[in-house]
């Protein structure tokens, strides 16, 4: 079974650029999450979907970050314009419910560099 | 509102057994995750407890205390692969938060 599909996997790019960030989840997994993790922290929820619809996005930066899943299958998310302190790793999870029981599988992860 | 705390950094020998320690805060408390995260890679799954006592999975082995919102992961008979970050996660409603990790270093 594919695990949860990121890309890129690295990206540097500078101050007030645009950005985007892909996911494709296990096939299968109605649930999404886009998470940051900062070097040596734990990561930080950023936005959870149930299919296309986005239940959780309290944690998102709106002014600069936005994030889809049309088709309740892949997700993008985008931060414009970049700023020194959005350099993070942005991890992709999926999981089959919304409910805790069932164990979030992560991606490898897109390293964000702003400059 | 949530708060995990966890030690940053643990040291240990092969062969030897390490206890990772975690106290959490949280509201609506459903559930502590642990997950182990080697360097560069993704967060994997190690465990779940949701009822109070010990969960035993070959080498690792999670308690969790509801009433001291304490968890802790133990692992034994450490080999060097286990070197990675080990995150304690607390469950609340439909939403995962994540300690700050601590760094299992194991020396031969």
Redesign the interface.
Same mark, same amino acid.
């Given at each position: 079974e594919a695990g949860?599909v990121q890309s890129p996997r690295y990206k540097i790019i500078e101050k007030k650029q645009p950005v985007a960030f892909w996911c494709n989840p296990i096939s299968g997994h109605n649930t999404l999450y886009w998470y940051r993790q900062n070097l040596?922290?734990?990561?930080?929820?950023l936005i959870?979907y149930e299919n296309e619809e986005a239940?959780?996005d309290s944690q998102l930066p709106k002014d600069r970050f936005s994030a889809e899943r049309l088709k309740g299958v892949d997700s993008t998310l985008k931060i414009q314009p970049a700023e020194l302190g959005d350099s993070a790793v942005y991890?992709c999870a999926s999981s089959p419910t %919304?409910?805790?029981?069932y164990?979030?599988?992560? %991606?490898?992860?897109t390293r964000l560099t702003v400059t | 509102g949530q708060n995990?705390d966890q030690p940053?950094e643990m040291t240990a020998t092969e062969g030897a057994i390490v206890q990772i320690n975690c106290t959490y805060q949280t509201s609506g408390f459903?559930?502590l995750?642990w997950y182990q995260q080697h360097a560069g890679?993704?967060?994997?799954?190690l465990s779940?407890n949701?009822l109070d006592g010990l969960e035993e999975k070959g080498r690792f082995s999670s308690f969790l205390s509801r009433s001291k919102g304490y968890s802790y992961l133990l692992l034994k008979e450490l080999q060097m692969k286990d070197s990675a970050s080990y995150?304690c996660?607390s469950?609340a409603?439909?939403?995962?938060?994540? %300690?700050? %990790?601590t760094r299992v270093l194991v020396k031969p």
């Open positions: 949860v040596g922290q734990g990561p930080e929820l959870r239940v959780d991890l %919304g409910g805790l029981t164990e979030q599988y992560f %991606g490898p992860g | 995990i940053t459903n559930g995750f890679e993704a967060p994997t799954f779940y949701v995150l996660a469950a409603g439909n939403k995962l938060t994540f %300690g700050g %990790g």
